[in-house]
């Protein structure tokens, strides 16, 4: 990972975020498939937090970076019988799209840790294929998450539908925003938008981000997804 690359990204978020006259977004790392040792040249630079996709593949480089004072992310799907390990392994789950899943990880959370930072992922775009919960359901989950002292309810996360064209997810990211505005009216303590990808943070930080998940422009490409991972989809 050339640092030039993350000051690159640096850069940018504090060019969208003076545009918008929003305060700079936090930068969460997505190092999926990048290994350990470009986890820790970027941390050399000064970044601390990284989003994985997978429960595995993280608790690799967890213990690979152990030393490291770092702050990790779940962001890909997360199965109920992955939540065990999930609610040990990480600081942030940013996939919590059902009640279920909630359930798991407030009664797997260690109590020797802090209790576990857990956005909400909303589907925004009301697709039957994507993760996420409905909209509708938002203030639901985050009932239930209020009522456990293990989770901590940070705010939503959105992936909207891939388009060419980044100015085509505008009125995905604004409606999420919104929805946020309205999880705030009852839970003040949620601070956290998670939304906008590399190619898609400006607009992203234009309607309100307040945390951005970068991976191909840090890191550049990702490698090959590795063996461990191969033909396990969702395995996180
Ligand atoms: C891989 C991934 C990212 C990073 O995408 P880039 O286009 O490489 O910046 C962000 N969010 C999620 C949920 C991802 O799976």
């Known amino acids: 990972m050339p640092t030039a690359a993350f000051d690159e990204v640096l850069d940018r978020l504090d060019t969208a975020a003076r545009q918008a006259r929003q305060p700079r977004p ?4 997505v190092s999926k498939f990048q290994p350990a040792t470009a986890v820790a040249q970027l941390a050399a630079a000064g970044q601390r937090a990284f989003g994985e996709n997978y429960v595995q593949e993280a608790a690799a480089k967890r213990e690979a970076l152990a030393g490291l004072d770092l702050e990790w992310h779940l ?3 997360l199965q109920t019988n992955k939540a065990r390990d999930a609610a040990a392994l990480f600081d942030w789950v940013q996939t919590v799209d059902r009640i279920r899943v909630v359930e798991a990880l407030a009664r797997h959370r260690p109590t020797h840790l802090p209790p ?4 909400v992922q909303v589907n925004i775009d009301d697709e039957a294929s994507k993760h996420g919960c409905r909209p509708d359901d938002v203030a639901g989950l985050a009932e239930a998450m209020a009522g456990h002292e293990r989770l901590a309810l940070r705010g939503l996360m959105v992936i909207p539908t891939p388009h060419a064209d980044p100015e085509q997810r505008r009125p995905a990211f604004r409606r999420t925003r919104e929805l946020f505005e309205a999880l705030r009216r009852h ?3 949620a601070d956290t938008l998670s939304m ?10 234009a309607e309100g981000a307040t945390m951005v998940r970068i991976g191909t422009a840090l890191f550049g490409a990702r490698p090959p997804k590795s063996d461990a991972d191969a033909g396990m989809p969702g395995s996180g």
């Open 26 to 29: 936090r930068l969460l790392a």
């Open 75 to 77: 962001i890909g799907h």
């Open 116 to 119: 576990l930072q857990v956005l």
């Open 187 to 189: 839970h003040p303590q």
């Open 196 to 205: 906008g990808m590399s190619d898609d943070c400006a607009v992203a930080i």
